[in-house]
């Protein structure tokens, strides 16, 4: 049952351009969005999040993107940087005190020089 | 930065042993998860636990699986006998209490099972 999902699973992108990351997700129950790029044998790092109360939060070269009628949600990064290759999982949650999370199984982003 | 630290980075072990995975989580965080990565797979929850007791877990996380916060700082994942199926990357993780939202990974436990 993959309640989150991420269709593409790798992206190149020329550095300097705009990389999207895209995201959808089944449950209605869910809250609390969050991305996070992680390297091979090394945790996941966190980079942003959204409450479900917005549709748009921007954090330096980051932004997330809700729809919540699409259940989709989007990562652009503006402009790419070669340091920025590495997997990216969205996750969610239902919020509550667990506040456990529902992982995506990643895309592998590819910054080209 | 405070930062949720795990021990050890590697561990090999045979068919059946016990494990224990160490972790501890970032000094003001009330909330603790164990979560794993089976090699090309995506992150799973196994565990979370919060006021000294379990308050979630997930079908991963069945009888062989133990959880325990022995004194203030650390926070410990056992497998009582392992299997070959369990050789996955071991994550803890750690969040504040008060509305916090954001759960901070540490590096991560690669356990081998052979």
């Known amino acids: 049952d993959q309640q989150v999902k991420q269709n593409s699973p790798s992206l190149s992108v020329q550095e300097g351009r705009i990389s999207i990351l895209n995201c959808d997700y089944t449950n209605s129950m869910f809250d609390y969005f969050l991305w996070y790029k992680k390297y091979p044998a090394e945790g996941p790092t966190f980079l942003i999040s959204?409450?479900?109360?917005?549709d748009k939060n921007e954090d330096g070269r980051f932004t997330v993107f809700l729809n919540k009628s699409a259940k989709h949600l989007s990562l652009h990064i503006v402009p790419s940087q070669p340091g920025d290759s590495a997997v990216y999982f969205c996750?969610?949650?239902?919020?509550?005190?667990?506040?456990?999370?529902?992982f995506g199984t990643g895309t592998l982003l590819a910054v080209q020089p | 930065e405070p930062e949720v630290t795990q021990t050890p980075s590697h561990q090999v072990t045979q068919m059946g042993q016990e494990v224990i995975l160490r972790c501890v989580p970032i000094s003001n965080h009330l909330y603790f998860y164990w979560y794993r990565q089976i090699l090309g797979q995506k992150v799973e929850f196994l565990v979370s636990f919060y006021n000294n007791e379990i308050s979630e877990k997930s079908e991963i996380f069945d009888d062989q699986f133990s959880v325990e916060r022995p004194d203030g700082s650390n926070f410990t994942l056992k497998i009582r006998s392992t299997k070959l199926e369990d050789s996955a990357m071991y994550f803890c993780?750690?969040?504040?209490?008060?509305?916090?939202?954001?759960?901070?990974f540490g590096e991560g436990s690669w356990l081998t099972v052979v």
């Open positions: 959204i409450s479900s109360i917005k």
């Open positions: 996750a969610a949650s239902e919020g509550g005190a667990t506040n456990k999370l529902i």
């Open positions: 993780a750690s969040k504040e209490s008060g509305g916090g939202n954001t759960i901070y």
